[in-house]
């Protein structure tokens, strides 16, 4: 069954913004955490944001920093990813990913232990 599907992406201008959307199969607090992450070509995926559904406790890649914004709608059991001020740099592949493994051995949520994955929605950022 696929747990998570994302939808949002699509190509911007420079200094505009994009909101990104998963979907989940279950309930969003039955997971322990949402990601986002995301891959530009010839690069290795990274960890862009991160909510954890108890608390709500939100985390970010310092290259995003107050401009990305993670959030959660139980209610529709979905994850948003609201991107601001974009910058070509932010042009990749996005991916919602959930239920993070690595917090049983202390990892940080930016490692790629994640039980499900999305499929990936592109972004693109024209200057």
């Known amino acids: 069954q696929v747990q998570l599907v994302e939808s949002g992406g699509g190509s911007v201008q420079g200094g505009g913004s994009l909101t990104l959307s998963c979907s989940t199969a279950?309930?969003?607090?039955?997971?322990?955490?949402m990601g986002w992450f995301r891959q530009a070509p010839g690069q290795e995926r990274e960890g862009v944001a991160a909510?954890?559904?108890?608390?709500?406790?939100?985390y970010y890649a310092d290259s995003v920093k107050g401009r990305f914004i993670i959030s959660k709608d139980d209610g529709k059991n979905t994850v948003y990813l609201q991107m601001n001020s974009l910058k070509p740099e932010d042009a990749a592949v996005y991916y919602c990913?959930?239920?993070?493994?690595?917090?049983?051995?202390?990892?940080?949520?930016?490692?790629?232990?994640?039980?499900?994955w999305g499929q990936g929605t592109q972004v693109t950022v024209s200057s």
């Open positions: 990913a959930a239920e993070f493994r690595g917090e049983r051995y202390g990892g940080t949520w930016t490692d790629p232990d994640w039980e499900y």
């Open positions: 279950r309930p969003t607090y039955s997971y322990n955490c």
């Open positions: 909510i954890y559904t108890a608390g709500a406790s939100t």
